[in-house]
């Protein structure tokens, strides 16, 4: 049972445009979601994060929306550069208990 | 570079093989989280451990076994292997119990043959 989705395995967006990337989950007590970058032969590393009592944060280029009654998060990445070309983890925290982590999503920046 | 340190890089084994995958924390971070990455996964939860107590489980195989040592380093022991074991392992660490705030190591793929 996969309670946190992305269902758009890949991304191809050009360079200066604005990428979306979105994110679906399925527990309500989820309370805490982060977004995660994955270069190649990396480790994630942690990009931006929201609490369910927020709706919107943003973080210079990159804003994540939240939409509570639709269990529904998303990655605004503006503009887009070809640095940003990596996989993008979505991740989702229930309260005390263990982060849970979507797919992932690649995201191809071209010029 | 997040500080988190693994060994080996890359590992190929036969099945029914048994192999240990090193993992250094972050100085001064206290817990120690285990990941698995199969193919067109999402990060799979394993184990973590807090200053060498497990502290939570998650969905761990009885064949696979892990300890935190008094030096924060940590050992993930995979046994057993079975084709299916192949997958990418990745250790965490975060300064206290929350996984988010972790740091994650580069990771070790695991070829099982």
């Known amino acids: 049972d996969q309670q946190v989705k992305q269902n758009s395995p890949s991304l191809s967006v050009q360079e200066g445009r604005i990428s979306i990337l979105n994110c679906d989950y399925t527990n309500s007590m989820f309370d805490y979601f982060l977004w995660y970058k994955k270069y190649p032969a990396e480790g994630p590393t942690f990009l931006i994060s929201?609490?369910?009592?927020?709706d919107k944060n943003e973080d210079g280029r990159f804003t994540v929306f939240l939409n509570k009654s639709a269990k529904h998060l998303s990655l605004h990445i503006v503009p887009s550069q070809p640095g940003d070309s990596a996989v993008y983890f979505c991740a989702a925290s229930p309260h005390t208990d263990k982060l849970i982590f979507g797919t992932g999503t690649r995201l191809q920046v071209f010029p | 570079d997040s500080g988190v340190t693994q060994t080996p890089k890359h590992l190929i084994t036969a099945t029914g093989q048994r192999v240990t995958l090193r993992c250094s924390p972050r100085?001064?971070?206290?817990?120690v989280y285990w990941y698995q990455q199969s193919l067109d996964q999402g990060l799979q939860f394993l184990i973590q451990y807090y200053n060498g107590e497990e502290r939570a489980k998650g969905n761990i195989l009885e064949r696979f076994s892990a300890q935190q040592f008094p030096d924060l380093h940590s050992e993930l022991n995979l046994s057993s292997l079975e084709l299916g074991d192949s997958a990418l392992y990745f250790c965490?660490?975060?300064?206290?119990?929350?996984?988010?705030?972790?740091?994650f190591g580069q990771g070790t793929r695991l070829t099982v043959v």
């Open positions: 100085s001064g971070d206290l817990s």
């Open positions: 965490a660490s975060s300064p206290t119990r929350l996984d988010t705030e972790a740091f």
């Open positions: 929201i609490s369910s009592i927020k």
